[in-house]
């Protein structure tokens, strides 16, 4: 059969065989709607173990460089804007001649 492309020409078309069919060129039979997937087997029972370690309490997070904290500080109180100091966009250049520092 011809196959007509939305806006081309006709072309042959040429029937999907999955790798599993046999080399024959035969065209396969339409394939069947694929079935629904199968519910998710049950969890295992959970094997008895120990009752959990209470957790420590988590460390304070180490203080952020002054850096950091004018980026987290700019990132934060960014503005729509072309400018990218005032817009909250870090920008790392390739050369160091436009770094301002």
Request: hydrophobic content about 30%.
């Amino acid at each position: 059969g011809m196959c007509v492309l939305h806006n081309g020409p006709a072309v042959p078309c040429v029937p999907f065989t999955p790798p599993s069919a046999s080399p024959s060129l035969s065209p396969s039979p339409p394939l069947p709607s694929p079935p629904l997937p199968l519910p998710a087997p049950p969890p295992p029972p959970p094997s008895p173990s120990p009752p959990p370690l209470p957790r420590p309490p988590p460390h304070p997070p180490p203080p952020l460089s002054p850096l950091a904290q004018m980026l987290n500080l700019r990132f934060r109180n960014a503005n729509p804007s072309n400018d990218l100091r005032e817009a909250g966009v870090l920008v790392r250049g390739f050369d160091a001649s436009s770094d301002p520092q």
